[in-house]
């Protein structure tokens, strides 16, 4: 059943109490500055078929943009010293990152070039990217069969597993103890002014109209059904991606880094001999907001072929379990969509992380909290990010989009 809120009025209403609105919401809460009251509105709580429940739990910082790597630098910082950044809570536990790496596989000339590209990029803002030839790929990781492939790029300094649950555990339960309301409910409408320029309040499913001073769009796949009630187009829709955990017959002799095939088929390490992997059909459309169905077809036809292929262990493995879950890609140019809109000031987008949100969120999370309270971003400008370039139609590519 809905819950009703508190009050009647708040300075900021998050729309979505995943990993994104849980980050804002702790991030204010954070901030000496800020002093408002806050109310985080999330249809299910259970959190069953939210992005968040549905992630690889991982992070990289191979990225094609200066800006997306930095954002993950920051998600290592933090992780590396949550309980130091939560105020030094005996409670926190001391979290770390696997750092088996990333392992990106080029089978063509022109990928080959874009990682060598990315490189340069990576390497201006500090990170520890390596180039591999298909000799060095042997020899390190023998598993795989490299036949087809020209080129590697892995970095294993900072990227791999991370408890992305915890973070998120973390963040709820501490804003809750500093005074942020979380109800579950559902936002079904909102109002502007008279002037069009702001959301002067938000209607719950349970019938409570809601005055607001900033309503914050952080609800994954569902970012375009939440702009629309406030008048606003985004171009963020749910695509499906599956995933599977499997147990080898022959586990391998040392860490799988998390290896994109090119074929966009990836697989991971997950310990105990077991490991997990992801993919999805060729046929990429939006699907519906519920639709979590499993495609089993996808696995026998596609995914083990690929997996055995490149790695010849992996011809006798076993599905332990298996889920489908949705990416909120921002079909414009594959980055987040962050900050106010050009016209409706107070509405917030926190959308759009085309699979990369979770480890996005602390960044993303500290960055909106900081643009609440100040009106800018000041730890780290997220700006080339903002809603304006979609008026404009200048796109900022992300190549790297698993």
Same mark, same amino acid.
């Given at each position: ?30 901030? @000496? ?17 939210? @992005?968040? /429940?549905h992630t690889n739990s991982c992070m990289r910082q191979q990225f094609s943009s200066e ?102 555990? +973390? ?22 002014? /008279?002037?069009g320029t702001s959301i002067e309040s938000v209607t719950l499913a349970s019938g409570e ?8 769009? /952080? ?32 586990? =391998?002799?040392?860490?799988?880094? =998390? ?39 996808? +696995? ?20 332990? @379990? ?40 602390? /960044?993303m999370g500290r960055g909106v909290a900081e643009w609440l309270t100040y009106g800018a ?6 700006? =080339? ?18």
């Open positions: 059943m809905p819950n009703a809120p508190k009050h009647s009025t708040y300075d900021v209403v998050i729309v979505g109490g995943a990993i994104m609105g849980a980050s804002t919401a702790w991030f204010l809460t954070d901030n @000496s500055d800020f002093d408002g009251r806050v109310l985080v509105v999330e249809r299910d709580p259970t959190y069953s078929s939210c @992005s968040t /429940a800006l997306n790597v930095r954002i993950s630098q920051f998600a290592a910082e933090f992780v590396k010293n949550m309980r130091q950044y939560m105020g030094g809570d005996d409670r926190i536990p001391e979290l770390g990152i696997r750092s088996f790496g990333y392992m990106y596989l080029a089978d063509t000339a022109e990928f080959a070039d874009t990682l060598r590209s990315n490189l340069d990029v990576q390497h201006a803002a500090g990170a520890a990217t390596q180039l591999m030839t298909p000799d060095q790929i042997k020899a390190a990781y023998p598993f795989y069969n490299v036949d087809d492939i020209l080129l590697g790029s892995i970095n294993t300094v900072d990227e791999g597993y991370w408890d992305g649950a915890a973070v998120f555990d +973390w963040w709820r339960r501490q804003s809750r103890e500093r005074g942020v309301e979380y109800v579950q409910n559902e936002v079904v409408a909102m109002a502007r002014n /008279a002037t109209v809601v005055s607001c001073g900033h309503v914050v769009n /952080a609800s994954g796949p569902r970012a375009a059904r939440t702009a629309r009630m406030a008048g606003i187009d985004v171009p963020v829709e749910p695509r499906k991606r599956y995933s599977w955990v499997f147990k080898a017959e022959r586990p =391998l002799d040392r860490d799988l880094p =998390l290896t994109i095939d090119p074929s966009g088929v990836h697989v991971r390490e997950n310990g105990g001999g077991t490991y997990q992997a992801g993919g999805h059909s060729d046929v990429d459309p939006a699907v519906d907001y519920d639709d979590f169905t499993m495609d089993h077809s996808l +696995w026998e036809n596609h995914v083990w072929p690929i997996l055995a292929t490149r790695i010849p262990q992996f011809e006798a493995i076993k599905v332990t @379990s298996e889920w489908g879950g949705h990416y909120a890609m921002n079909t414009f140019d594959h980055n987040a969509i962050v900050g106010p809109h050009n016209e409706v000031e107070n509405f917030i987008f926190l959308n759009g992380f085309s699979g990369h949100g979770l480890q996005q969120s602390p /960044a971003f000041r730890s780290l400008d997220l700006s =080339l990010f903002s809603y304006d370039r979609l008026v404009s139609d200048e796109p900022i590519f992300e190549k790297a989009v698993i």
